[in-house]
Structure formats: C-alpha cells, structure tokens
C-alpha cells in the first residue's frame, strides 16, 4: 500500500468552500485511479469523485456542480475543491488510490479528514 497523505478540512458555515489535498507518496502517473470517498455517521461510505487513467472524471449525483477534482503532476497532488458547501457534506473524507497493477484490490487509503459544515 501507498501513504496518502491529506490535508485541508475544517468547520464551515454552509455555503462556503473548502480544499482538500492528498498527497500520495508515489507517483500520481502509477495509479489507475484517485480520488474521495466520504462517510457520515451511521451512513454508508460513498464515492465523491474520483479520475480514473486516460482521464475520465466522475462525480456524486450530490456534489457535480459543487465539487471539482484537479490534479498538480508537479507536487504529486490531487485536490478536492468543495464549494456551495452544505450541510449534508459534513462527512469524514478519504483519499483512496487504485494502482495500476492490482487496482482496487490494492486499494490505499488515506487516515481521513473531517469536514464539518453548520450554521
């Protein structure tokens, strides 16, 4: 497994926006795929959004028009930028990372970062 290290999060007032970062320790170019997962209490964990190699991105039902996933190649990161948020976001939020060789049942994951929005 690879550490992915996050960053960013925090307690927010809806509405407002939020980044968060992962950074894996290997190269953004041997993963097949990267991305958020989020889980609230008492819910299921859902994918937020991910980019899959060639270049597909996909989104949440929930979050597409809110939520974009971008990618710096230099610093190795991928981020996660969380606007119009709400307070249904509010969820502990994962990086996870699928290699190229093994994929999911590869599968790393980050040590998680809360993201609480209320008023």
């Known amino acids: 497994q690879v550490l992915l290290v996050e960053s960013g999060g925090g307690s927010v007032q809806p509405g407002a926006s939020l980044t968060l970062s992962c950074a894996p320790r290997?190269?953004?170019?041997?993963?097949?795929?990267l991305g958020w997962y989020r889980q609230a209490p008492g819910l299921e964990r859902e994918l937020v959004a991910n980019?899959?190699?060639?270049?597909?991105?996909n989104y949440a039902d929930s979050v597409k028009g809110r939520f974009a996933l971008s990618r710096d190649i230099a610093k190795n990161t991928v981020y996660l930028q969380m606007n119009s948020l709400k307070v249904e976001d509010t969820a502990l939020y994962l990086c996870?990372?699928?290699?190229?060789?093994?994929?999911?049942?590869?599968?790393?994951w980050g040590q998680g970062i809360q993201v609480t929005v209320s008023s």
């Open positions: 996870y990372g699928d290699p190229l060789h093994g994929r999911e049942s590869r599968r790393s």
């Open positions: 980019r899959i190699s060639g270049g597909s991105t």
């Open positions: 290997a190269s953004i170019h041997t993963f097949y795929s």
